[in-house]
């Protein structure tokens, strides 16, 4: 189960200034027709560069329908009291939203919080919850709803962006969880 906290952030207004990405329907087979990106690594076949890990690293085992390949293999394993931190992505609102698969690996409850983390105006590096998955979200592999982030963060204008990282952090006495094809919605309208 999803659940989120409504904040209000000003991030400074600028050129909308995020990078043009490759793209791919990669969760059409749920019914998201959307493009996205993947985030840099956020398949994990590579490795983890770019990635800030405690108690987490690459570990054989692939969500189940390979939406970034059929030769993929790999997944983020993050133990609880881990977390792992993507690399940088930007946000606006032509790029409001993301997405991943994940599942529990161990424990009978415990809950993966989801946030982000990004600098406001002031140079002050904030970071807020913006869902959480619960038990109910299984042992086996799930798709995340589409989280979006750019109303989370008050971006309302097309000149506005930012630059976030996407903070996955399992309760520290809960069950570990694992993390796969972490992608950002470049042109969605969520």
């Known amino acids: 189960m999803l659940s989120a906290v409504a904040i209000l952030v000003v991030p400074a ?9 490759q793209t791919t329907k990669a969760f059409q087979a749920f019914g998201d027709s959307n493009d996205y990106s993947l985030v840099s690594n956020g398949g994990f076949e590579t490795g983890a560069g770019g990635w800030s890990l405690s108690r987490s690293n690459v570990t054989a085992g692939n969500e189940p329908w390979s939406v970034r390949g059929a ?22 609102l032509s790029r409001p939203t993301y997405r991943f698969f994940a599942k529990r690996t161990s424990g009978s409850w415990g809950v993966l919080n989801l946030r982000v ?13 913006i869902a959480a998955l619960d038990t109910n ?27 976030v ?26």
């Open 13 to 21: 207004a600028a050129q909308a200034a995020c990078p043009t990405t």
């Open 71 to 92: 030769g993929d293999s790999k997944s983020l394993a993050i133990d609880a009291g881990g977390v792992a931190v993507s690399p940088t992505v930007c946000v606006d």
């Open 117 to 129: 983390r990004w600098q406001d105006a002031s140079g002050r590096t904030n970071e807020t919850t």
């Open 137 to 163: 979200f299984g042992t086996g592999w799930g798709v995340s709803r589409a989280l979006n982030i750019a109303s989370l963060l008050g971006l309302w204008n097309a000149d506005q962006d930012v630059s």
């Open 165 to 190: 990282q996407l903070v996955f952090d399992p309760e520290n006495y809960g069950g570990s969880w694992a993390i796969d094809d972490v992608y950002v919605d470049p042109y969605g309208r969520g």
